[in-house]
């Protein structure tokens, strides 16, 4: 890959990428319904560059759904038992039962990138880890687990503007980490991490997917539009609901709302909002009357 990606996709407005991404969210919802209705495994694997996207994506993915089906799972610096352990051990109790999509934000690919440039594995370990993905992906396929791994790509530029805005966007500077500067540091590092893993891992049966992640908008949707197309599903057909009529009162009484009540602090900026705009509308009118009898 090159160090800056060609062919980025042009902008997508705002308003065209939330038409985009409503009518996606719909289409997530009918693959929901048919995950849990056939009992579908799917496990969807995100890995990128700090700064790539990958969190925003796997929100946009998730925010409409329900948890109890689409699960995410960002495992945190193993324990020190962990590190004791099969390397693959901590990943495999989250992977998908029957019904259930599972989202790893970085996944067991770790040994193979931040591990290894950072030096946190040996390259023994990393060359175990790249001889055996290849099989232990095969299994998880054969037992009926569909995988789809991605890739997002950013380049040079877009990474150094993404890290910086994280300083300064006080959203985001929890982001912002000693490692993510070490690794916009060490970026060829990465880069020659990252084509040697899928220079072993990208098979026929758990190819790897990459995506243009310049821009994030674009970015999501064509991710989600992808997935989708990987996964074979149907619209089931939604069925109709009628509302019962409500119990009666029996002589029930509402209790005193007021106690303990979360203050309604921008309620009453709205109303404040309001009649100011309503006091300037009188003024304007006030002052155009006046011009008038002055004028007559």
Sequence with gaps: MNQKTEGKPAKISLKKYLRELRYLHGELVALQRWVQREGLKVCIIFEGRDGAGKG????????????????????????EREKSQIYLQRYIPHLPAAGEVVIFDRSWYNRAGVERVMGFCTEEDCFKFLTIMPFFEKALTDSGIILL???????????????????????????LSPMDTESYRRWYDYSRARDEMMAATDTSWAPWFVADS???????LNIIRHLLSQIPYEHLPVPEVEFPPRQKADGYRETDRSRR????????QAQADREYKEQRKKQKRQIKADNAELEG
């Design 214 to 220: 310049n821009d994030k908008r674009t970015a999501r």
């Design 261 to 268: 009540m979360v203050e309604d602090w921008y309620g009453k």
């Design 149 to 175: 791994k991605y890739w997002l790509e950013i380049d040079m530029e877009e990474q150094e503007r993404r890290l910086k805005n994280r300083i300064a966007d006080p959203r985001k500077v929890w982001k």
């Design 56 to 79: 925003g994506t796997i929100k946009a993915i998730t925010e409409r759904v329900s948890p109890r089906v689409f699960r995410t799972v960002a495992l945190p610096t193993p324990t």
